[in-house]
C-alpha cells in the first residue's frame, strides 16, 4: 500500500494513503517505525473496512525538515488534522508504540470520537524508552554527527532488538531504509531528542474517564515496552479489555503477525457489532 497521497499541514507534507470499502479504519505507526509495518495488516481488512494509512511527520515518506518539531503534542495536532482532512467521523482506530500516545492525545485533549481504539504495545504510561534511546536523547548531537556506516550499525543493532524472534535481512531493510540517508539519519536523532514523558503525563489522569471500546494487545517478550505497563494500561482504563501474544516482542507485527491479524480482526469484528 503505497502512500500515494499528500496533506499539507503547518508546512509539513504528510503521506497518506486509503483502501478498501466500509466503516472507516486508521492504523498509526510509531517510533521509529512508518505505516509499512501495518501495511499488510491494513490490506487484508480492506474487505471489511475504509483503511487509512499515514506517516507521522518526520517519519518514512512525510516530509522531514529540520526546522519542523515532531514531538508528541506535534504529531497528535497532526492526527487531528489528518481525520478533518479526511472527513472521518468515529473512526476504528489501531496504534503501536508511539502511535498510543499521538491517537490519545487526539481523542482525551482533542475531543475527537473514535469508535474503537486498539492500542499495541505502546507508549502511553511512564517510564518509557530502551536504555538506548535514554543514551540517545541526552547525546542527539553528537549522534546526529556519526559517520553514515557506523550510524547504519547502530541503527540496525537497536531496531533489531524490538524483536524476539529475529528479523529477516528485507524486514530490517525496510524499517532503516527512512532514516539511512543524510536526512533520514538527522530525523531520527531529532525525533528522540524531542520525546518528552511529560506529554505522556498529560494523558495518565485522563485514561480512568475513557469510555470508547478499547483493547490492548501486548507482546509478552517486549524488551522496549514491557508487559507490565499492558497490565497497568489495562488497570489504567477499567473498560478496556487485554490480550497478551506469546513469543512476540515489542515488534509483534513481524514475530507474531497470524496470532496479530486474528487478534485485530476479533475485535474489530466485535468492535463494529457493539
Not at 24 to 39: D, E, I, K, Y
Not at 105 to 133: E, I, N, Q
Not at 195 to 204: F, K, Q, S
Request: hydrophobic share 45%; glycine share 6%; net charge negative.
Amino acid at each position: 500500500m503505497i502512500l500515494d497521497r499528500r496533506f499539507d499541514w503547518l508546512g509539513r507534507q504528510i503521506a497518506w494513503t486509503r483502501r478498501g470499502s466500509g466503516p472507516p479504519l486508521v492504523f498509526c505507526h510509531g517510533t521509529p517505525w512508518s505505516s509499512r509495518l501495518w501495511a499488510p495488516f491494513a490490506a487484508a481488512l480492506a474487505d471489511e473496512f475504509t483503511v487509512y494509512l499515514w506517516d507521522m511527520p518526520g517519519y518514512g515518506a512525510s516530509s522531514k525538515r529540520a526546522d519542523h518539531d515532531v514531538d508528541l503534542s506535534v504529531q497528535g495536532a497532526a492526527f487531528t488534522a489528518l481525520l478533518e482532512h479526511c472527513d472521518l467521523d468515529r473512526p476504528h482506530v489501531v496504534a503501536h508504540d508511539y502511535g498510543g500516545a499521538v491517537s490519545l492525545r487526539t481523542h482525551l485533549l482533542d475531543d475527537v470520537a473514535y469508535a474503537s481504539l486498539c492500542l499495541v504495545d505502546v507508549v502511553a504510561l511512564r517510564p518509557w524508552g530502551s536504555p538506548f534511546f535514554t543514551l540517545v536523547k541526552d547525546n542527539a548531537n553528537v549522534f546526529a554527527q556519526l559517520p553514515a556506516a557506523v550510524h547504519r550499525g547502530a541503527l540496525e543493532a537497536y531496531i533489531s532488538g524490538a524483536s524476539h524472534r529475529g528479523l529477516r535481512p528485507e524486514d530490517l531493510a525496510m524499517l532503516t531504509a527512512p532514516w539511512c540517508d543524510d536526512e533520514g539519519q538527522a530525523a531520527f536523532y531529532r525525533q528522540i531528542a524531542q520525546a518528552d514523558e511529560r506529554l505522556t503525563a498529560e494523558l495518565e489522569p485522563l485514561l480512568p474517564g475513557l469510555t470508547t471500546p478499547t483493547h490492548i494487545i501486548w507482546g509478552e517478550n517486549d524488551t522496549w515496552i514491557p508487559a507490565d505497563r499492558a497490565h497497568r494500561l489495562h488497570e489504567a482504563i477499567p473498560t478496556s479489555t487485554l490480550a497478551l501474544v506469546a513469543e512476540a516482542g515489542h515488534l509483534i507485527q513481524l514475530d507474531q503477525p497470524v496470532a496479530l491479524a486474528t487478534q485485530l480482526r476479533h475485535w474489530l469484528t466485535h468492535a463494529t457489532r457493539a
